[in-house]
């Protein structure tokens, strides 16, 4: 890892123009600080080499190799991290502290922790899992024991409160005694009924069995005999204990969570339906035989069945087991969908009646978090679970009353459109008995605090986005990332738990990530910039503490191409009182105030519908960066919008595409093109669109919806009909197609390809198990019968939903710089 002077200076030549934090004293800011708004990056980047497609598209490794992954050490004298070999998918794993930087061998790297570790309370101890097996090291010390050596994997690790050392594994849970080494079974949880023992004869043909034939009634009493010998056994000798759980046949487990005390046990499991795990078949026509492997893939949201989960309270020390009733919730059994469904009924003729009837719950299993859904306090004496609607409307957050095994409804989160899938941390403070958590609530994601008894108290507000919370062992203070000062910078702050009074960590202006070290006083920070990767460095963690790189990993042959970095400006939108805020990429020869609208342009659509991409950080699409840069040397303005529906913007913004995809998006779009024709000297006449996965979506809806705002456009492995896209992401936003038809029809691009009349690339990989192939096929199908001539379709064979290959990136590029050159 060559540490380099240039990759310093270039970084410290990309800091944001402009751009100063206002530290405040209190969360009463209510819009973003910013200096000025429509300048946040410098034009252009330091080197002299121009770029070209080949090299934009090549294997990243030629960019250098970011840090991955990076962790603190037990004691918080070092960070920890993974970094790529060249050429090769293996990571090889980077300490750097005292001395410097080190790698770490092989044979070492059970020793080095991990970024998921626990500690004991008194700080003394550190106890991880390498490769399934626990280890506990002495931090004092540095003395390493390993604990299990086993071919099940462990998981959940936990310190207990008397001291021991608890983990699962394969749906058992032991604790381990870290003075004698005697390992316990506090619980085995098995998905079958229970044994019934013994049976006694029920029959008029048992009993006179029994009564007739010696060797019948002999086995009987033997068996009961046995049964008898066991139960006293176990009563009478307390070295043996027998902890099984049955949870009844077809169940499946989903979670499980013991309590710090050791005493009490959590679960939640759901029936066990196989068929809701694949129903479609993804054909793989390159293989290593050379026959069609045919793939099994997930679900579509057409297709899906409701879900729901049982929430079991097993007692262990009474062996006590309770489901715990949904009932209590409030809202537990609202119709929330009949206005939705009312609107449906009348366009088909018919008439909807409202009805009252349990929805079905189940626990928010966000695969954005690294938190379970069930959350003990300290002492384990209370535990709070957050459950979902299946609807997507609702969100709860309840504690258990174990003395009544019922739910108590803590925070409801209603939404009329969905409630988020992100924002959903959650926890306890460790010295009394406080939630904390986050709510869109007000509009924008924000923390709270509320006592069980008591009212929640907002700890953060304002017209920014509060996320990743760390809780200090004091319960002083959280720390989270947030962007304040403008809605595409990230900083670290904190927040005093008590007094509400915020204090900037960071000021850094660009995309800033963070982690406490285990003794709190330093943060591990990861930052980027636009036009420079992701590095790390340490800062103290206090106010105005100047932040320390260690990692210097950006290759020179990056560092030396001329690559015109956008500034971020913000559109003013027709439709909404916020802008549309976007990257704007001017061409290397632009000159301010130029006119006669010569210029082309290109407006590119970033996928996921929810992502932001007009932050000023190093962004996903790091290959369209330097595509985007190289048309802007050849004269092109190039903008990037964080359309609505992005992420970053509040929950109004991330909301405004319920029941209609696509037409919010393409507004802004619109709006996008006219700022570029009255600002930057663009030809409305010569500007074509393009993107991926959801930026392809976006495409077909503007070339099918607003045929003359784009002269050409191509769409990426694109979605063309939402029926058949994954339910996950899509019930969130059109509900489902058995009860909101209208929003699938009116948002799905299939249903207005007539309106095509312009120039279209399709690029379609084959084995995308996100966007299936099928969405393509059905499309041009669809233009094969509509008798379209204006379009061309590009298959990848080998590509799965991101493309791998170099030479499938630099295949699909060439031919949207061709349908731009012909074109526009």
Not at 347 to 356: E, P
Not at 508 to 534: C, F, Q, R, W
Not at 779 to 788: A, F, G, H
Not at 800 to 809: I, K, L, N, R, T
Request: glycine residues 6%; proline residues 4%; contains cysteine.
């Amino acid at each position: 890892m060559k540490q380099s002077l240039t990759s310093l200076a270039v970084a410290s030549a990309l800091f944001l123009a402009g751009c100063q934090v206002t530290q405040t004293s209190n969360n009463k800011s209510t819009a973003y600080e910013t200096v000025p708004p429509a300048v946040m990056a410098s034009s252009e980047a330091t080197g002299t080499e121009s770029i070209s497609l080949e090299q934009a598209m090549a294997h990243p490794d030629w960019l250098g190799r970011k840090p991955e992954a990076a962790f603190w050490s037990a004691d918080s004298q070092s960070v920890l991290f993974k970094q790529k070999q060249v050429g090769s998918k293996l990571r090889d794993t980077f300490s750097y502290g005292e001395k410097g930087l080190e790698q770490i061998a092989l044979s070492n790297k059970h020793q080095i922790g991990a970024d998921d570790a626990v500690y004991s309370r008194d700080g003394k101890l550190q106890a991880y899992l390498f490769s399934g097996n626990v280890f506990v090291k002495d931090i004092t010390t540095n003395q390493v024991t390993q604990l299990t050596r086993s071919s099940q994997k462990a998981e959940q690790l936990q310190f207990l409160t008397n001291g021991q050392l608890a983990y699962a594994a394969d749906n058992t849970f032991y604790a381990i005694d870290l003075t004698s080494g005697l390992t316990t079974e506090l619980a085995k949880l098995i998905t079958a009924n229970a044994p019934k023992g013994v049976i006694e004869p029920l029959s008029y043909l048992a009993n006179e069995q029994h009564k007739l034939i010696g060797y019948v009634a002999l086995q009987h009493k033997n068996a009961k005999d046995a049964q008898s010998r066991k139960e006293a056994l176990i009563a009478q000798n307390d070295t043996l204990d027998e902890n099984l759980f049955y949870l009844g046949e077809g169940q499946r487990i989903v979670e499980t969570s013991l309590s710090p005390a050791g005493d009490k046990l959590i679960v939640a499991t759901t029936k066990d339906v196989p068929e809701r795990s694949a129903q479609d078949i993804m054909p793989n026509y390159v293989t290593q035989d050379g026959n069609i492997d045919p793939v099994k893939a997930r679900s579509r949201v057409a297709d899906n069945k409701p879900i729901e989960h049982t929430l079991i309270f097993i007692d262990l020390n009474t062996k006590g087991q309770h489901a715990l009733s949904y009932q209590s919730l409030p809202g537990f059994d609202e119709d929330v969908l009949a206005e939705v469904k009312s609107e449906n009924a009348r366009a088909q003729g018919k008439t909807y009646t409202s009805k009252k009837s349990p929805r079905h719950i189940a626990l928010i299993l966000d695969w954005a978090w690294d938190q379970s859904a069930i959350q003990w306090n300290a002492q384990g004496s209370e535990v709070a679970v957050m459950v979902e609607a299946w609807d997507n409307k609702d969100r709860w957050i309840a504690t258990v009353d174990f003395a009544n095994n019922k739910l108590v409804s803590q925070h409801r989160l209603h939404d009329k459109a969905w409630v988020n899938y992100t924002h959903n941390d959650f926890g306890w403070l460790n010295h009394e008995d406080t939630l904390y958590y986050l709510s869109e609530e007000s509009g924008y994601s924000h923390l709270y605090t509320k006592p069980l008894e008591g009212k929640a108290t907002q700890l953060t507000s304002g017209k920014y986005e509060v996320s990743e919370l760390t809780l200090t062992k004091d319960d002083s203070a959280i720390y989270f990332k947030a962007n304040i000062k403008h809605p595409g910078v990230y900083e670290i702050y904190r927040v005093n738990v008590q007094s509400g009074e915020l204090e900037t960590l960071t000021n850094l202006n660009g995309m800033t990530d963070y982690v406490l070290s285990p003794d709190e006083s330093k943060l591990l920070l990861t930052h980027s910039k636009i036009a420079m990767p992701p590095e790390l460095f340490i800062a103290d963690a206090k106010p105005g503490s100047a932040a320390e790189q260690i990692t210097h990993t950006v290759s020179e042959a990056f560092l030396s191409k001329k690559l015109i970095t956008p500034k971020v400006v913000a559109v003013p939108s027709s439709h909404t009182d916020q802008p549309i805020y976007a990257k704007v990429y001017y061409p290397a020869d632009y000159q301010e105030g130029e006119q006669g609208n010569t210029r082309k342009a290109v407006i590119f659509n970033h996928g996921a519908g929810y992502l932001q991409n007009s932050h000023m950080g190093w962004s996903v699409y790091f290959r369209e960066f330097m595509f985007h840069s190289l048309l802007a040397s050849e004269g092109y303005v190039v903008m990037d919008m964080d359309y609505r529906a992005s992420k970053g913007y509040g929950r109004d913004w991330r909301t405004a595409i319920y029941r209609h995809m696509g037409k919010p998006e393409i507004e802004d779009l619109a709006d996008g093109v006219n700022w570029m024709v009255e600002n930057v000297n663009v030809d409305k006449g010569a500007v074509g669109t393009y993107g991926g996965s959801y930026g392809g979506f976006m495409t077909f809806m503007a070339l099918f919806t607003q045929p003359e705002l784009f002269q050409a456009g191509a769409a990426l492995r694109p979605v063309t009909d939402w029926a058949y896209y994954n339910d996950t992401y899509t019930s969130n936003i059109l509900n489902r197609p058995a009860d909101d038809p209208i929003a699938y029809r009116r948002s799905s691009p299939i249903y207005f390809a007539e309106g095509l009349n312009k120039p279209m690339l399709i690029n379609a990989p084959m084995i995308d198990d996100n966007v299936f192939f099928q969405d393509v096929v059905r499309l041009v199908q669809r233009l094969i019968e509509l008798e379209k001539e204006n379009y061309e379709t590009a298959i990848y064979p080998v590509e799965p939903h991101g493309f791998v290959q170099p030479s499938s990136w630099l295949d699909q590029y060439r031919r949207i710089y061709k349908l731009f050159k012909e074109n526009l």
